[in-house]
């Protein structure tokens, strides 16, 4: 048995867990090889660099080895941790501001428990989940939530890249963010 | 049916996105500190970004980017933790004021029974201000430009029939004319500002104000 399978029926957030207790090199690099990939693409989308996606994806995987210990599997996915470090990381080294978080931790509903599922099928889950809520959304929805998401465009820069009216723009982002909640409502 | 004082989904959804410039995400998250719902709201829409992250095809890394990392660990110092002081304000503001408390702050006079102070100017002449206004005093009657927001900190004002307490979210547009918030009587009101453009004040006195003031 090699290094790595011993940890094949471990769920992400497990994996987390091993790696705030024990520091756990292997656990890390199961992690760093589902995620960091797609965390680079997430920032390509912003138009940096090749190396700067990079950097920044490397930098937010620090970022997990170091504070492991504060996550916890109860109230948040180790995506969403992700997705607002990288986030933030882009807001404040490319686009040179600060960005204020809120505090969510405090008030949040559990989440699923890490045991119920392993990683293979807590990945397909995820991502098949995903794909349904989106094709809830119609065309214009799926459009300003994409421009939202992917290239951070305010209200009235998605006005202006798609056309729609700003009133218009703000009643799609409502209605698709409503869609997907209810998709998601059991995630 | 339009709810008074609480921000729309949409600005959710741009706040958990990126989309946001400093300013506002500051007053977002600052009046999500304050409802527990919009926090949830926050979560939610920061659970969407992460399933679309992770939904991305995955690029192809460097063959060392492992392996750099881990050397990077190795010479890491140990971690420092700072607590935040309680200063009785929202806590993504009082990160924001470096955790001075408002007395710490230094207020300009902008005219009778009003003063604020600048927190940050954006590259399209956005401005982030307190502001702070004895009870009983009205703002001079305007109209916008463009997108103004107030969050209460402290104290109360109304605007016509409308009342805004401590967390409320008072979100004025373009559509927006004759606006005249008027303080509560009593306790002086707080309030964390952002102003896309110069508002525009009615009468030869208030325009002069504002020559001063940078309203």
């Not at chain 1, 199961?30 to 912003?46: G, Q, T, V």
């Not at chain 1, 990945?123 to 065309?139: D, W, Y």
């Not at chain 2, 991305?56 to 010479?75: A, G, R, V, W, Y």
């Not at chain 2, 430009?145 to 029939?161: A, K």
Request: charge should be negative; include cysteine.
């Amino acid at each position: 048995m090699d290094e790595i399978s011993k940890f094949t029926n471990f769920s992400h957030e497990q994996l987390v867990s091993i790696i705030a207790k024990h520091k756990d090199r292997v656990a890390f690099k199961i992690l760093f090889k589902y995620f960091a990939p797609r965390l680079k693409s997430y920032l390509l989308n912003f138009k940096i660099s090749n190396q700067k996606a990079e950097d920044l994806a490397q930098e937010t995987m620090l970022v997990l080895w170091q504070k492991a210990d504060k996550f916890d599997s109860a109230k948040a996915k180790i995506s969403t941790w992700l997705f607002r470090v990288a986030r933030n990381k882009y807001i404040d080294q490319v686009r040179k501001q600060k960005y204020t978080e809120v505090n969510v931790d405090d008030h949040v509903d559990l989440m699923v428990a890490a045991e119920k599922t392993d990683q293979n099928l807590e990945e397909k889950q995820n991502s098949g989940r995903m794909q349904m809520a989106l094709q809830s959304l119609n065309k214009d929805q799926l459009k300003v939530i994409k421009l939202s998401f992917f290239k951070e465009l305010s209200h009235s820069q998605i006005a202006d890249a798609t056309g729609l009216p700003l009133g218009t723009v703000k009643s799609k982002i409502r209605t698709a963010f409503q869609a997907l909640r209810k998709e998601l409502g059991e995630y | 049916m339009k709810i008074t004082g609480i921000v729309p989904d949409e600005w959710i959804v741009s706040y958990a996105s990126g989309a946001l410039s400093e300013a506002h995400a500051l007053v977002i998250a600052s009046h999500c500190h304050f409802h527990p719902d919009l926090q949830k709201k926050v979560k939610t829409a920061e659970d969407i970004g992460g399933l679309l992250m992770e939904d991305s095809e995955p690029s192809s890394l460097s063959n060392d980017l492992f392996d750099d990392l881990m050397k990077k660990i190795d010479t890491l110092p140990a971690n420092d933790f700072q607590p935040l002081n309680d200063n009785g304000l929202p806590t993504p503001l009082a990160g924001y004021l470096g955790n001075k408390s408002l007395d710490q702050l230094k207020w300009r006079l902008m005219g009778p029974g009003l003063s604020q102070v600048r927190l940050w100017t954006g590259p399209n002449d956005e401005r982030l201000w307190l502001l702070k206004a004895k009870g009983g005093t009205k703002v001079p009657l305007h109209d916008h430009n463009g997108l103004e927001m107030t969050l209460v900190l402290h104290g109360s004002y109304h605007v016509g029939q409308d009342c805004y307490s401590p967390g409320m979210l008072e979100i004025a547009d373009d559509d927006t004319v004759d606006h005249m918030p008027v303080i509560d009587q009593g306790d002086e009101c707080i309030c964390l500002v952002l102003t896309e453009a110069p508002i525009k004040i009615h009468g030869v006195i208030g325009r002069l104000l504002q020559h001063f003031t940078g309203l």
